[in-house]
């Protein structure tokens, strides 16, 4: 069955604003981290004039993005897993449950992005269980990055102390340390960290592609979900109406 020739057209809520918001602000602030990461990792440009204070200035400039930009995609991590749970426009983790339509659903999206949309057999209106089980590798990976990342800033801490008390670099090491010993040692964790970097980035590369994809073969206007909120969809009959 081909999708584009059955189901009635409607169109559908997919993203509220503030998601919107939140996806923008998360992708601005990935953007950020990735640059100035690997100009931590390794600088590879350095100011006009050849001053170490200078060059000192241009890798602090980079740290501090860098540690804003973190804090933005924790914060927003954090967001993005009560939403997973409590939000009212939609909960991802319900089509996270291992029940046998969900994974029906997961193999149809497969085999109807595998048929170049030969095959479409769920409803494309909503929320899908690939598209849930992508985001949630997403967070995952950012999660992942939020404790490694943590655990070379609080490197830095390793006297006891910070300005807003002793309190802080504790909490960082209880929190963190366990990708110390995980990872054999504070290099071991900034590879994994580096490392992850480029799993977010094949993650962006498949997202926008797909985006595109779907776009393409759907006809949908999916492409438009993040920067208006909605697209029109052929929902089959016999489906639910949310």
């Known amino acids: 069955m081909n999708g584009e020739a059955s189901g009635t057209i409607v169109r559908v809520t997919r993203m509220p604003k503030s998601w919107r918001i939140f996806h923008w ?22 100011a006009m004039i050849a001053e170490p204070a200078v060059r000192k200035f241009v890798m ?8 804003y930009a ?18 009212r426009f939609e909960r991802p983790v319900r089509k996270l449950l291992p029940t046998r339509e969900h994974g029906r659903e997961f193999f149809e999206v497969l085999a ?3 048929t170049f949309n030969r095959r479409k057999r769920f409803d494309s209106a909503e929320l899908d269980t690939f598209n849930a089980a992508w ?34 670099p504790w909490l960082m090491h209880v ?10 040692g504070r290099m071991g964790v900034r590879w994994v ?8 980035l094949a993650w962006i590369a498949f997202h ?12 949908e206007g999916d492409i438009a979900i993040a920067f208006g909120g909605e697209k029109i969809a052929r929902r089959l009959p016999g489906t639910a109406a949310e």
């Open 70 to 87: 973190a804090i933005t995609i924790d914060v927003l991590c954090v967001v993005s897993f009560y939403l997973y749970f409590l939000s």
């Open 25 to 46: 602000v998360n992708f601005l602030a990935v953007f950020a981290a990735v640059v100035t990461g690997i100009y931590i990792a390794r600088p590879y440009y350095q």
């Open 112 to 114: 109807n992005f595998f």
């Open 135 to 168: 985001f949630t590798l997403l967070h995952l990976l950012l999660l992942f990055q939020l404790f490694t990342g943590l655990q070379l800033y609080v490197y830095s801490l390793e006297s006891g102390l910070s300005s807003v008390g002793g309190w802080w």
């Open 193 to 200: 960290h580096h490392f992850t970097m480029y799993l977010l």
């Open 208 to 219: 926008v592609y797909y985006e595109i994809w779907r776009t393409v073969y759907w006809r």
């Open 175 to 184: 929190a963190t340390d366990w990708t110390y010993w995980a990872f054999g």
């Open 60 to 67: 602090g400039w980079n740290r501090a993005i860098h540690l």
